[in-house]
């Protein structure tokens, strides 16, 4: 895999959690999430916020699909799409995912053919977590 530019680090809040489901599979949940995120290079600063639908396997393994919006520091909004996958290791939920960006915006109009790696990690005690942006070429 070949990562270009860092984009973005990001810090956040999960705000709320929801268990859907419970079985053989694991556990179905949502979360929601705030965070705020600063750019590097074109990339702009501002916040986000989404929705993350997962299972959590009872062997700590996770697979989820997420989606939300960001409001950049200059008012421009994109919203995003995503495919991740984890693991649960000491209380930490360490994850990757693969993030499409989509936008109506002209100045951010490149973000449009962009895809993004995202590596983050969670604290499951304070429900906190950060993460970074790559390009993916």
Request: aromatic share 8%.
């Amino acid at each position: 895999m070949v990562l270009g530019e860092k984009l973005w680090e990001e810090k956040g809040k999960v705000t709320g959690v929801s268990v859907k489901s419970v079985g053989s599979e694991g556990v179905n949940m949502e979360q929601t999430f705030v965070s705020e995120f600063k750019g590097f290079g074109r990339f702009p600063s501002g916040r986000n916020m989404g929705t993350l639908n997962v299972v959590v396997r009872p062997d700590g393994l996770s697979s989820g699909t997420a989606q939300g919006m960001c409001t950049m520091q200059n008012g421009d909004m994109a919203v995003w799409k995503c495919l991740a996958f984890g693991k649960t290791e000491a209380g930490k939920d360490k994850s990757i995912a693969v993030i499409q960006m989509m936008t109506g915006s002209q100045k951010l109009s490149w973000m449009n053919s962009l895809l993004v790696v995202y590596e983050s990690i969670g604290d499951m005690k304070t429900m906190e977590f950060s993460g970074t942006g790559y390009e993916w070429k």
